[in-house]
C-alpha cells in the first residue's frame, strides 16, 4: 500500500472525528471515531496514543457494532416470571432505583455484611471498591480472582510488581523474548507490535505454550508443554543457570534478600523467618569482618552462603544458600522433569542455556548517570537483554501462585528486572508489599451504617492479617482472605454464588453484579451455576439467593436470572476513567492516563453504571456520596472524576491538574480537567526523565519522581524478594507454632503450599482424579477477536468465529476413531458435553483445547434461536466444578489455588469417546425469551434497534 492511500483512509469519512478509549478488550486503545448524522461511522487508532500508537486489531474495528448490537438493553426491566425465564415488564428509573435503595437500604440497617457487591470486567474499580466499602459490606471484588490473580499477588510479594498492567518487555532492546500461557486475546495490540520490533531486529522469541496459535505460531520456537507443568520447566531452568553459574552476583547482593539470614530453629515460632536486628531490620553475615550486621550497612559485603551464629546463640543461613541447595537437586534437572512437562531434557538445557548465554554474554548498556537509593552513583545503565511475559496459561492453575513466582525468581537470578532490555516496570509500580493496605472486613471493621475501616482488598503480611473471627470462620462470603485463600488479593468471584445458594459461611440477602456473567461463561460449572441461581427453599419456597440486582449493557444469559436489571450504556455513550488508582496504561517510559467521554448520546433509556452507583449511594446517604444533609455530592460519574479526591491533591486522574489546569499527578481539582484530556486525545502522558527510567525498584530519581506524582508520599524502593518471609509465617501457623494457629483441616494445605521459595506440585483436581480415566487434558482459548464473551455477538467478529470446535491431537484421534467433523462425548469427573471435532496437530500430544466464550444460550445476546453459537457452539465450563472432587472430610474445597483463591479452571482433565453424529451440541438449555426483540436476519449500518 502506497503512503498516500494509507493516509487516504484515515481521511474523515464523517462529519466529526471524536477521540476516546476503546473497550473492546482490556488494552485501552486510543481510537478516533467518526460520526456522521449523531451515528457513528467509522472507528481507527488514534495515532498519537501511548498504548496503540494508531494500531487497531478487529476487536477495536468492530466496535461501532458492538454500539448498535441487537444485544442492547434498552430500560430497566423488573423480573415477573421465574428465574431464567426471560419474563420481564419495562419499568422506569424512578421505579428501579427506588427499588434498589430500598433492597439496599435494609440490608445496610440490618446486617451490611448480607449484600455482596461483585463486579466483571469492571474497569471503574477505584469507584466500586469505595462504594462498597462506604456501604459497609465486606463482600466486595471484582473479576481477577477469575482471571489472573495468581500472577498480580506472585509478582507483588516478589518483585513489587507483574507482567501485564504492572509492567512490559523492552520491546526496543531485548534480545531473547520468552512468552508462558498468552492468548491471543491478551494485551493483543501492544503484543502484535512488540513482537514486529522484535522480528525487524531478528531477535529470537520462545513460546511456552500447550497450544501453537496465535502469537506461538509465529515464535522462533514453541515449547508445548503440558498444562500445570510451567513451574516445573521454570525449575529445572533455574537448576541448569545454577550449574552453569549464569547468576547475576552483583544484582542478587544490591537489590534482593539473597544476602538475608533465615534463622534456622525448628520447632520455634521463628523457624524460616528473617534474623532482625532490634529495628526490626534484616540481618547478613558480613564476609570480611566476618560479624552479623544489618542489612545495608554502608561498605560491608554480603555472604551468600555458610551458616552464621545470632547473638543469641542460635545459627541462620542465607537465603542464597536455602536456593541453591534446594533447586541444585537433582529432582530439578532437565532429565527428572521431561516425563512430566512433556517437553524433552535437550530443549530445557538448550533454553537456559539461550537463556544464560544471551543475559550474560551480550549484556547492553545505556551510559546515563544515575543514583540509587544507597547513594551510590553509577556512571550506566547495565541490561540482560533477556525479557519475559506470562499470563492466564500459568495463572489459572491450582498451583499458579508459586509457578508465577518462580519466573519472577528466574528474571531476578539473571538480573533482567528493569534494566535494558529486560522486563520493564510501568508506573505506578514497582511498590513494595508494606507498600499495599492490608485487607478490611472483619466483624469489628463493620456495622450498621458504618463504613469498613479501610479497603477490601489488599495484601496480609501474616496471619494475624486475615479476615477470621475466633473460631477461624471467614468474614467474606467468598471465604477470600480466610484460611482458604488466605492471599485473595483480587476476591473469589467465582465463590460467590455456590456460597451464598449454600449459606456457606452465611446467607445473603442481595447479590449485586455489574458486567459479570455469572450464568454461562464467567463461572466453572456453568450448569450448576443456573440450577443454583433457580433453586428454591422448599420450606419458604424463596429463592435461595434471594434478590439480584444486575446491570450490563447487552442481554447476557445472566440477565435472565436478574430480578432488577439497570441497563449500562455502550462505552461511547459515557464516561469513564481509566486511572492511576486503578488499572493503569503507563509504559515503561512514561506515566499514562486516559478518559472515556460520550461520543454519541444514547437513544434508548440507559445510564451508566458508575453514574447509577453514585445516585444509590447518595440515596443511601453513604459517607462520600451524600453531604449531611442527604444530598448528592456528585451529579454523576464526570463530576465524580474530576472532583473527587482519594487524599488531598490525588484524584482518580493525574493530568491537567491545579486550577490552571498545569499541575501534574498532585494539584487541586480543575473544572476543566475533562475538557482538557478530550482536547488531547482523551488521554495524559508525562514522560519519566531519563535518569529515572530503570532499575526504579532503586533508583533515588525514579522514586523522587514518583513522590512528586502522587504514587508516594515517602520514596518506596523495592527489595526483591526471592524468599518470602509472609508465606513462612502461615507455614509456622499450619505447624501450630505461630498465633493464629491454623485450623487442622487447613494445615496441610498450607504446609504444601506456602513455601516461601518457590515450589512445584501436582495441580489440586489433577492429583485427585484417576490420571488413567481421565488421560488427557482440557483448555480453552481466547481467540483474537474476542473477549470474554463481549464479542460473540457482534455482527462483525461473528464472522470470524460463529461457532467452536474441539481440537483434538492426532494421536489422540487415531486413538478413538476421530476425524474433522465427527461429533464426540467430552468427559470429565464432573460432566459430559457433545462437541464437535477437528483434528490439529499444533498442540501438545496430551491436550485437547477450544476457543471460550463462543458457545450461547438459545435466546440471549439478541442472537437468533438457532445461531450457530447456540446450536453447535459449546462451553467446557459445563465440566468444570467451582469444587473439588470430594476428599471424604465432609467440607467443601474450592477448586483454587489455595495461595489466592485463584478459579483452577485450566486444571481440568477428560476422556474423550467417539459419539453418533448430531445437529447441535450437547448440553442444551431452554431458550431465553423476554428481554430482546427477534433477531434480524441481516444486520446492516444504519438500522435502527427499539426495545
Same mark, same amino acid.
Given at each position: ?29 486510543g ?12 472507528i ?8 496503540n ?33 426471560g ?32 463486579t ?29 490473580v ?7 510479594m ?12 523492552d520491546?526496543d532492546r ?13 494485551d ?37 508443554i ?20 549464569r ?8 537489590y ?6 533465615v ?15 532490634e ?22 559485603r ?17 537465603v ?7 533447586? %541444585? $537437586?537433582?529432582?530439578? =534437572?532437565?532429565? !527428572?522433569?521431561s /516425563?512430566?512437562? *512433556?517437553?524433552?531434557?535437550?530443549? #530445557? ?7 544464560g ?9 545505556i ?7 544507597h ?5 550506566s ?5 533477556v ?13 499458579g501462585?508459586?509457578?508465577?513466582r ?15 532490555g ?20 472483619k466483624?469489628?471493621h463493620?456495622g450498621?451504617?458504618?463504613p ?24 467474606r %462470603? $467468598?471465604?477470600?482472605? =480466610?484460611?482458604d !485463600?488466605?492471599? /485473595?488479593?483480587? *476476591?473469589?468471584?467465582?465463590?460467590? #454464588? ?13 447479590l ?55 441497563p449500562?450504556?455502550t ?30 448520546e ?7 453504571f ?16 451524600? $453531604? ?22 490525588i ?6 491538574r491545579?486550577?490552571?489546569?498545569k499541575r ?5 481539582a480543575n ?28 533508583n ?15 520514596p ?8 518470602s ?22 494445615r ?62 492426532g ?5 478413538h476413531?476421530l ?59 459445563h465440566?468444570?466444578?467451582e ?41 442444551q ?7 430482546n ?15
Amino acid at each position: 500500500m502506497s503512503r498516500l492511500s494509507a493516509e487516504a483512509l484515515s481521511q474523515p469519512v464523517g462529519d466529526t472525528v471524536r477521540k476516546t478509549t476503546c473497550y473492546m478488550c482490556a488494552c485501552r486503545c486510543g481510537i478516533n471515531v467518526h460520526i456522521r448524522d449523531g451515528k457513528v461511522r467509522y472507528i481507527e487508532g488514534n495515532r498519537d496514543h501511548p498504548v496503540n500508537r494508531g494500531v487497531l486489531c478487529a476487536k477495536g474495528s468492530a466496535g461501532i457494532m458492538q454500539h448498535y448490537a441487537p444485544a442492547r438493553l434498552s430500560a430497566p426491566l423488573l423480573r415477573t416470571g421465574p428465574r431464567g425465564s426471560g419474563e420481564f415488564k419495562t419499568i422506569s428509573w424512578d421505579e428501579a432505583l427506588a427499588l434498589a435503595t430500598e433492597w439496599l437500604s435494609e440490608v445496610r440497617r440490618d446486617d451490611p455484611k448480607k449484600l455482596a457487591f461483585f463486579t466483571g470486567r469492571d474497569q471503574s474499580q477505584s469507584l466500586t471498591s469505595f462504594w462498597s466499602q462506604q456501604f459497609g459490606t465486606p463482600n466486595y471484588a471484582a473479576h481477577g480472582g477469575f482471571c489472573s490473580v495468581n500472577m498480580a499477588a506472585a509478582g507483588i510479594m516478589t518483585i513489587g510488581g507483574a507482567f501485564w498492567e504492572f509492567g512490559a518487555p523492552d520491546w526496543d532492546r531485548t534480545k531473547l523474548f520468552v512468552l508462558f500461557g498468552v492468548a491471543e486475546d491478551h494485551d493483543s495490540n501492544p503484543i502484535k507490535m512488540g513482537i514486529s520490533k522484535l522480528k525487524k531486529r531478528g531477535a529470537r522469541f520462545v513460546s511456552v505454550n500447550p497450544v501453537r496459535t496465535g502469537y506461538s505460531a509465529i515464535a522462533d520456537n514453541w515449547i508445548g508443554i503440558r498444562p500445570g507443568t510451567d513451574g516445573l520447566l521454570i525449575l529445572a531452568v533455574i537448576h541448569e543457570l545454577l550449574k552453569a553459574r549464569r547468576i547475576d552476583i552483583d544484582y542478587l547482593v544490591r537489590y534482593t534478600n539473597a544476602a538475608w539470614l533465615v534463622i534456622d530453629a525448628p520447632g520455634t515460632s521463628d523457624h524460616g523467618l528473617f534474623a532482625r536486628d532490634e529495628s526490626g531490620k534484616a540481618q547478613i553475615f558480613e564476609s570480611v569482618t566476618e560479624r552479623v550486621v544489618p542489612e545495608g550497612t554502608k561498605g560491608a559485603r554480603p555472604a551468600l552462603s555458610g551458616r552464621a551464629e545470632l547473638a543469641d546463640g542460635r545459627s541462620a543461613v542465607p537465603v542464597f544458600q536455602l536456593l541453591a541447595d534446594k533447586y %541444585l $537437586d537433582a529432582q530439578y =534437572s532437565p532429565d !527428572a522433569v521431561s /516425563a512430566e512437562t *512433556g517437553v524433552d531434557a535437550a530443549t #530445557i538445557k538448550g533454553l537456559a542455556a539461550e537463556i544464560g548465554r544471551v543475559a550474560f554474554d551480550e549484556t547492553i548498556e545505556i551510559f546515563e548517570r544515575w543514583t540509587d537509593m544507597h547513594g551510590e552513583e553509577h556512571s550506566s545503565f547495565v541490561g540482560r537483554p533477556v525479557s519475559f511475559h506470562a499470563m492466564r496459561g500459568i495463572s489459572a492453575h491450582s498451583n499458579g501462585f508459586q509457578t508465577a513466582r518462580a519466573l519472577h525468581l528466574l528474571q531476578v537470578l539473571i538480573g533482567a528486572i528493569d534494566c535494558p532490555g529486560g522486563f520493564r516496570f510501568e508506573p505506578p509500580y514497582p511498590k513494595p508489599l508494606a507498600a499495599h493496605p492490608r485487607p478490611h472486613g472483619k466483624a469489628e471493621h463493620f456495622g450498621s451504617n458504618q463504613p469498613l475501616a479501610g479497603p477490601h482488598l489488599g495484601f496480609p503480611l501474616g496471619p494475624e492479617d486475615l479476615l477470621v473471627d475466633d473460631e477461624g470462620n471467614p468474614a467474606r %462470603l $467468598d471465604k477470600a482472605f =480466610s484460611w482458604d !485463600a488466605p492471599i /485473595a488479593a483480587h *476476591g473469589l468471584m467465582h465463590m460467590v #454464588i455456590a456460597n451464598a445458594h449454600a449459606g456457606d459461611p452465611y446467607p445473603i440477602d442481595v447479590l449485586f453484579m455489574y458486567m459479570a456473567n455469572m450464568a454461562w461463561n464467567s463461572a466453572m460449572n456453568s450448569a450448576g451455576t443456573i440450577r443454583m441461581l433457580e433453586d428454591k427453599d422448599p420450606e419458604t419456597g424463596e429463592y435461595r439467593v434471594p434478590k439480584i440486582i444486575y446491570s450490563d449493557a447487552y442481554a447476557s444469559e445472566m440477565v435472565a436470572y436478574a430480578d432488577l436489571v439497570l441497563p449500562d450504556t455502550t462505552y461511547l455513550e459515557r464516561h469513564d476513567c481509566i486511572s492511576l488508582l486503578d488499572r493503569p496504561i503507563s509504559e515503561p517510559d512514561s506515566v499514562n492516563d486516559a478518559i472515556r467521554w460520550p461520543v454519541v448520546e444514547p437513544d434508548r433509556d440507559v445510564r451508566g453504571f458508575q453514574s447509577v452507583l453514585l445516585d444509590l449511594g447518595a440515596r443511601l446517604r453513604l459517607p462520600g456520596f451524600a $453531604d449531611s444533609r442527604g444530598q448528592p455530592l456528585y451529579r454523576d460519574y464526570a463530576d465524580y472524576i474530576v472532583n473527587h479526591e482519594r487524599r488531598p491533591g490525588i484524584g482518580p486522574l493525574a493530568g491537567f491538574r491545579g486550577t490552571d489546569g498545569k499541575r501534574t499527578g498532585r494539584g487541586a481539582a480543575n473544572a476543566d480537567q475533562l475538557e482538557r484530556y478530550i482536547e488531547n486525545g482523551s488521554f495524559f502522558s508525562v514522560h519519566i526523565p531519563p535518569q529515572a527510567q530503570f532499575f526504579k525498584h532503586a533508583n533515588r530519581a525514579y522514586q523522587d519522581f514518583a513522590v512528586s506524582m502522587g504514587f508516594f508520599d515517602t520514596p518506596q524502593p523495592v527489595t526483591f524478594q526471592l524468599y518470602s518471609e509472609p508465606l513462612q509465617k502461615f507455614r509456622l501457623s499450619a505447624e501450630g507454632l505461630r498465633e493464629p494457629v491454623a485450623p487442622e483441616q487447613h494445615r496441610e494445605r498450607i504446609r504444601s503450599a506456602f513455601t516461601p521459595l518457590p515450589e512445584w506440585y501436582r495441580p489440586l483436581e489433577e492429583a485427585a482424579v484417576d490420571r488413567d480415566e481421565f488421560p488427557y487434558h482440557a483448555i480453552t482459548q481466547r481467540p483474537m477477536a474476542m473477549y470474554h464473551s463481549w464479542g460473540s455477538m457482534n455482527a462483525w467478529l461473528r464472522q470470524i468465529h460463529t461457532r467452536n470446535r474441539l481440537q483434538v491431537p492426532g494421536a489422540i484421534c487415531d486413538a478413538h476413531g476421530l476425524e474433522t467433523g465427527d461429533w464426540a462425548w467430552v468427559i470429565s469427573h464432573h460432566g459430559r458435553i457433545k462437541v464437535e471435532v477437528e483434528r490439529t496437530e499444533a498442540v501438545n500430544p496430551l491436550t485437547m483445547w477450544t476457543w471460550n466464550a463462543i458457545g450461547k444460550r438459545k435466546g440471549s445476546w439478541g442472537l437468533d434461536k438457532d445461531a450457530p453459537e447456540a446450536e453447535r457452539g459449546f462451553l467446557l465450563n459445563h465440566l468444570i466444578h467451582e469444587l473439588l472432587p470430594p476428599k471424604g472430610d465432609g467440607r467443601r474445597w474450592s477448586n483454587s489455588d489455595p495461595v489466592t483463591g485463584q478459579a483452577a479452571w485450566y486444571d481440568l482433565r477428560v476422556r474423550i469417546e467417539k459419539a453418533e453424529p448430531g445437529a447441535h451440541s450437547e448440553p442444551q438449555f431452554g431458550p431465553v425469551g423476554g428481554q430482546n426483540q427477534a433477531a434480524p436476519a441481516e444486520l446492516r449500518y444504519g438500522q435502527e434497534w427499539s426495545r
